[in-house]
């Protein structure tokens, strides 16, 4: 089985613009979870999608948003980016919805650097 | 609200020493989880935690989980170089639907 994918690996922005950030979950995996990693913050929960829903979000504003397809693959999308929202942006699939607590396979992730 | 503690932060060991990482919740937990990421990886699935003071292992790894589910623990005999990475663990609270990561402890080793 192929494992999680992200695209783009890598990626440069300007403050104030906007970026779009996708990932595509194992095959049969239904829920799809965002995360921030950033140097001694250790992981940051963004949000989770289950069944194209959005099943529960982290503390982040609301530039931060996301959205689930029928096919599970899911995109981030961070509005007016900031300095300080550089960082490693990781997505992990599940085959149940967090509620379930089954283990999380996550993506290499999308390094993304705001200047 | 839900919280994981995770302690310490770093540590630096010779090789073949042991390395224990801990981490505790504010509330009881429904299971815990544990990650491994290695240095420009992402993390990785090692384990998962249910029953009131479970102990698992794998190798050189052991695992516990407290009698009260608000704290667990990996423990790692004799470390190896390969060993090098963030542990982290996530605390999954099945009534609130979420899986919260404690902040990860970095192992590095001399060799």
């Known amino acids: 089985k192929a494992g999680v994918t992200q695209t783009p690996r890598y990626l440069i922005k300007t403050r104030g613009q906007q970026v779009t950030l996708s990932c595509s979950p194992i095959s049969g995996h239904r829920s799809v979870s965002w995360y921030q990693q950033t140097p001694g913050q250790g992981l940051q929960f963004l949000f989770e999608y289950f069944s194209e829903t959005q099943r529960n979000k982290g503390n982040f504003p609301g530039r931060f948003s996301g959205r689930q397809f029928s096919n599970s693959r899911s995109e981030m999308n961070v509005s007016t980016l900031e300095l300080g929202d550089s960082a490693l942006y990781l997505c992990?699939?599940?085959?149940?919805?967090?509620?379930?607590?089954?283990?999380?396979?996550f993506g290499p992730g999308t390094r993304l650097t705001v200047t | 609200g839900q919280q994981v503690m995770q302690i310490p932060q770093y540590q630096h060991v010779q090789e073949g020493e042991d390395f224990t990482t801990y981490c505790n919740s504010s509330t009881t937990l429904s299971n815990i989880q544990w990650y491994k990421q290695r240095p420009g990886g992402h993390p990785v699935f090692l384990i998962q935690l249910v029953k009131s003071g479970e102990v698992k292992k794998q190798k050189r790894l052991t695992f516990q989980f407290g009698e009260a589910k608000k704290n667990s623990s990996l423990h790692i005999t004799a470390t190896q170089t390969t060993d090098v990475g963030t542990y982290f663990c996530a605390g999954g609270y099945s009534s609130a639907s979420k899986i919260i990561f404690g902040s990860g402890t970095r192992l590095s080793i001399r060799p």
């Open positions: 992990a699939s599940s085959l149940r919805d967090l509620a379930a607590s089954y283990e999380q396979y």
